[in-house]
C-alpha cells in the first residue's frame, strides 16, 4: 500500500458546478500527479506538482486548476464541471527526481457530470 | 516525441495458456520501461520495470524484456491464471523527465 487516499471515492454532480478532488499521501514524496482515464486513451496526464506550490500541467489540462499549499495534499479543481470531465481520476505519487523510479497510484475518484 | 502502442485488445485466454501482450514505444531520449496492473475497481500497480537496454524485469510469473534494437518491451506469462483476469498497461518515462507516457491498455480475461 503505497499510503495515498483519494476522496471522494465517488461523486455525482451537475454541470457547471465546482469540483475539487483531494489526494493525500503519508510518504512524504516529493512529486504528486493527476490522471484521468477513459476508454481507450488509457491515462493522460492533467497537472502534476514537484514540490509544495510548484505545479506544471499535462496533456489534458484545460479547465483543471491544482494547489499544493503542503507536501501531503494536492487538490484538483474542476472549476465549472462538463461532461466532458466524466471520468476516473487517479492521484499519483513519487519519491524523487529519478526516471527509474516508478510512480504509486490512488484507487482512483469515479466522477459523473450530469 | 514520445509514446507508446499496445496490442489492442481485449485478449481472452484460457487458463495455463501462454500470455504475451505486445508492447513498442518511441521516445526521443532514452527510456525507462514500465508495466502496470490494473485490478476491477482499483488503481495501477506496478508489475515490473526495465531501466537499460536487455534488461529484464520480473514479476509473479510475468516478464519483459528491454528491446532497444526493436523498440519493444512485450509483456509474457508462461502460464497464466484466472486471477491474472485485470488491464495491462505498458508505460515509459524518459532519463531526465518526471511524466509517465502509457500505452492504452490490453484488457486480458482468463477463462477457466
Known amino acids: 500500500d503505497a499510503g495515498i487516499t483519494q476522496s471522494p471515492r465517488h461523486k455525482v454532480t451537475e454541470t457547471g458546478t465546482p469540483v475539487t478532488l483531494r489526494c493525500h499521501q503519508t510518504e512524504n514524496h516529493r512529486y504528486m500527479y493527476w490522471y484521468r482515464q477513459d476508454p481507450g486513451h488509457g491515462l493522460r496526464l492533467i497537472h502534476y506538482?514537484?514540490?509544495?506550490?510548484?505545479?506544471d500541467k499535462g496533456e489534458v489540462s484545460d479547465g483543471y486548476s491544482v494547489s499544493r499549499s503542503k507536501t501531503e495534499d494536492f487538490l484538483l479543481t474542476l472549476e465549472s464541471a462538463t461532461s466532458s470531465q466524466t471520468s476516473v481520476y487517479f492521484c499519483?505519487?513519487?519519491?524523487?527526481?529519478?526516471?527509474?523510479?516508478?510512480?504509486?497510484f490512488g484507487d482512483g475518484t469515479r466522477l459523473s457530470i450530469l | 516525441g514520445n509514446s507508446v502502442t499496445q496490442m489492442e485488445g481485449p485478449v481472452t485466454l484460457s487458463e495455463e495458456a501462454f500470455l504475451t501482450i505486445n508492447c513498442t514505444y518511441t521516445a526521443t531520449g532514452y527510456p525507462s520501461l514500465f508495466w502496470y496492473v490494473q485490478y476491477p475497481g482499483e488503481g495501477l500497480q506496478l508489475l515490473l520495470k526495465?531501466?537499460?537496454?536487455?534488461d529484464k524485469g520480473s514479476n509473479k510469473g510475468f516478464e519483459a524484456t528491454y528491446r532497444k534494437e526493436t523498440t519493444s518491451f512485450h509483456l509474457e506469462k508462461g502460464s497464466v491464471q484466472v486471477s491474472d483476469s485485470a488491464v495491462y498497461f505498458c508505460a515509459l518515462t524518459i532519463q531526465g523527465a518526471q511524466k509517465l507516457v502509457f500505452g492504452q491498455g490490453t484488457r486480458l480475461t482468463i477463462n477457466p
Open positions: 499519483a505519487i513519487k519519491p524523487g527526481q529519478g526516471s527509474n523510479q516508478p510512480q504509486h
Open positions: 526495465a531501466t537499460k537496454a536487455d
Open positions: 506538482s514537484y514540490g509544495v506550490k510548484d505545479t
